[in-house]
């Protein structure tokens, strides 16, 4: 049981690239979620999807744009990479998004823009 | 609105002793509460959870209390090891989590 996989693990970006980072869970939850962590920050919401179909924004989705492909697939694109973009992005999913459903995350994907 | 507050740390303990990692929290209603754990280069895991006033969750022999009267979650261990060394952090529960900003533990043998 894989639970929450993302791709890539590692990737450098120069100022101005774009790309996708994908995201899969095999638990058949319906809410998922991105996240970033950054030294001092703690983690910060980017997007979420509450359920197939729909999608929000948290705290920091400037920059960010998400497609929740299917139940099991949300993607984060990065348009325009900027330095302050460096960062750790974790995925995450939960059954239910309700008070009593854990998340569940994935090992993260480290970007680094110069 | 929501939020978490949890010691910093970092903590640095010898193995074998006694662990407690303060969390309070400030919240609407009545949320669930959650300890994460986060080892190097790893994601964040579910280390235990209670889901309403008095509960204790417990998982690897840590223990947490959700005390309302007190608004607090604090996670103990009576015996750490080299192993337990990582990040832990404190969450509220909802649609949208909310997190502590994370505790460094360093175990040294």
């Known amino acids: 049981n894989a639970g929450v996989t993302q791709t890539p693990k590692f990737q450098v970006l120069k100022t101005g690239q774009s790309m996708t980072l994908q995201c899969a869970q095999d638990?058949?939850?319906?809410?998922m979620y991105w996240y970033r962590q950054d030294p001092g920050m703690g983690l910060r919401l980017i997007y979420y999807?509450?359920?197939?179909?729909?999608?929000d924004k948290g705290e920091v989705p400037n920059g960010y744009n998400v497609s929740r492909l299917n139940k099991r697939e949300f993607s984060l694109r990065l348009e325009s990479a900027a330095p302050s973009q460096t960062s750790v992005y974790f995925c995450?999913?939960?059954?239910?998004?309700?008070?009593?459903?854990?998340?569940?995350f994935g090992n993260g994907t480290r970007l680094t823009v110069t | 609105g929501d939020s978490v507050t949890q010691m910093e740390g970092p903590v640095t303990l010898s193995e074998e002793a006694f662990l407690t990692i303060n969390c309070t929290y400030t919240?609407?209603?009545?949320?669930?509460l959650f300890w994460y754990v986060q080892y190097p280069g790893e994601g964040l895991q579910l280390l235990l959870k209670?889901?309403?006033?008095?509960d204790k969750g417990s998982n690897k022999g840590f223990e947490a209390t959700y005390r309302k009267e007190t608004t607090s979650f604090h996670l103990e261990k009576g015996s750490v090891q080299v192993s337990d060394s990582a990040v832990y952090f404190c969450?509220?529960?909802?649609?949208?989590?909310?997190f502590g900003p994370g505790t460094r533990l360093s175990v040294l043998p």
């Open positions: 995450a999913s939960s059954e239910a998004g309700g008070r009593n459903s854990p998340l569940h």
């Open positions: 638990m058949n939850h319906n809410s």
């Open positions: 999807s509450a359920s197939e179909g729909t999608t």
């Open positions: 919240a609407t209603g009545y949320p669930s």
């Open positions: 209670a889901t309403k006033a008095d």
């Open positions: 969450a509220l529960g909802g649609q949208n989590f909310v």
